[in-house]
């Protein structure tokens, strides 16, 4: 998303910086030279204030004329002065020897007269009045600022970085409109493939006829399509696990009452009986997967030693896994204290010690070992001797019902939902599960959970 973020926003960058470019080119080829531009100043403009000076020096006096100009250069930042024949100013004030010189050739060419600098631009214009009197009205306007503004090159610059400004701005207001979106549809779909069935866009992607406020509503329909189908799967579960208990019931009075009759003959109804303590702890597991999944079990949090379920959980495994030529011993141990439900912890580690006596070879031992992992940390870790886990496979494991080989793990009694518990429950106490494999041969569960300070 970043990387689309980055690329709109130099697109139209770059392309609204080069039509600045192009545009102030243009501009400047074309602009006209700041001596033209005075020099194009209207003379009726220069000649109509030379009379209305003149008529105010012939009714109010040097004093009059001096208000007027003074009046004059703040409205218009024009310094005027009005000089009579022989080149005085009418109020009196002081004339600067540029000024008289540009007034004496208008008075000599009776045409207007300009003379520019990079200082300043002077303009003069003779009018003739009632009784032969010629007076020249003498116009400086300051151009160092404006030429500056126009050809400097620090001014070129600013103007440059200007415009580089504006359209970085501008375009990273479009490129954050465009990418908005996509952003709230990638955290979607993100908390989506993480279990959250309940996530929706719509009311964030805007209720317009655009692209993304329709790519919105197909996300929601969607994931509501997925939750639906996700609740009547886990509900579908739920019910055939509770429907199974009642003839599993019935299934084991039948079978007490036939070993009542069967006399010594018992090898076939053993046989059902395992099968039956078989299926019944099928159903208990799913049932518990059930809950889990649908979100009615809650950890009961409470202070636990897990060591002592650790303790008790290797004990139990070890006398099983005697019977089988296998051997369950407890490498390592720590003081460790955590928060959660006892139960459903003795669950997932004996799940998972259980898992590993079933595929560890015969005449070896699963290794069991409890250490701090940092400050705030405790880790279990179980190591079987068997032939491990495909790689491809591993990322599958804590799946239902995910089995690596079905030969294999129904000869050892596996219905591969002992993981998938253990995954469940870690999470529910906010804990982590992982699997790897060991060189040399072998397959170690990591079990790591938040740890109370001692």
């Known amino acids: ?18 039509v600045a470019l192009a545009l102030e080119l243009a501009i400047t080829a074309t602009t006209t030279p700041v001596e033209v531009r005075i020099a194009r100043f209207s003379d009726s403009v ?5 009379r209305e000076a003149v008529a105010i020096l012939d009714r109010d006096g040097p004093a009059g004329v001096a208000r007027f100009l003074d009046q004059l250069e703040r409205t218009t930042h024009v310094h005027a002065r009005l000089l009579d024949a022989d080149g005085r100013d009418v109020a009196g004030r002081v004339v600067p020897p540029r000024a008289i010189a540009v007034a004496a050739r208008a008075l000599d060419t009776g045409q207007t007269e300009m003379e520019a ?31 500056l503004l126009h050809d400097g090159p620090v001014a070129q610059l600013l103007r440059l970085l200007a415009v580089m400004v504006t359209a970085a701005a501008a375009c990273y207001g479009l490129a954050r409109y465009v990418t908005r979106p996509l952003a709230i549809l990638r955290g979607a779909t993100r908390a989506l493939a993480r279990g959250d069935l309940a996530v929706r866009v719509g009311s964030t992607m805007g209720r317009g006829a655009d692209e993304f406020a329709e790519l919105g509503r197909d996300f929601d329909r969607m994931a509501g399509r997925l939750d639906a189908l996700v609740t009547a799967e886990r509900r579908l579960l739920r019910d055939i696990s509770h ?25 076939a109804l053993d046989r ?18 059930a809950r889990m999944e649908s979100g009615t079990t809650s950890a009961v949090r409470e202070t636990i030693d897990l060591i002592a379920i650790v303790h008790e959980v290797v004990e139990d495994a070890a006398f099983e896994a005697k019977s089988r030529g296998r051997a369950v011993q407890l490498t390592e141990t720590c ?41 705030a940390g405790v880790r279990i870790r179980v190591r079987d001797h068997g032939s491990g886990v495909p790689e491809a496979a591993l990322p599958y494991i804590f799946q239902p019902f995910y089995r690596v080989g079905d030969a ?3 000869g050892t009694g596996g219905v591969g939902l002992g993981l998938t ?34």
């Open 117 to 147: 600098d990079g200082q300043a631009a002077v303009k003069a214009r003779a009018v003739a009045v009632s009784g032969g009197r010629r007076y020249v009205l003498v116009a400086a306007v300051p151009v160092g600022i404006t030429r």
């Open 408 to 410: 294999r793990e129904r």
């Open 243 to 267: 429907e199974l208990r009642s003839p599993l019931a019935r299934l084991n009075v039948a079978l007490g009452l036939a070993r009542q009759r069967a006399g010594d003959d018992q090898g």
């Open 1 to 18: 998303m970043r990387g689309v973020f980055v690329k709109i926003l130099l697109w139209f960058w770059t392309s609204l910086v080069l």
């Open 46 to 50: 220069l000649s109509g204030r030379a």
């Open 335 to 375: 003081d460790a204290l955590v928060r959660g439900d006892p139960e459903l912890l003795r669950s997932a580690v004996e799940n998972v010690v259980r898992n590993a006596v079933r595929h560890t070879r015969e005449g070896t031992a699963v290794e069991v070992s409890l250490r701090r992992e940092g400050a």
């Open 421 to 454: 518990i253990a995954h469940r429950t870690l999470k529910l106490h906010d804990g982590t599960v992982r699997a790897a494999n060991v060189a040399g041969g072998g397959l170690v569960v990591e079990l790591t959970l938040p740890a109370l300070q001692i």
């Open 272 to 289: 059902i009986e395992r099968e039956a303590d078989r299926l019944n702890s099928l159903i208990g597991q799913l049932l518990m997967l």
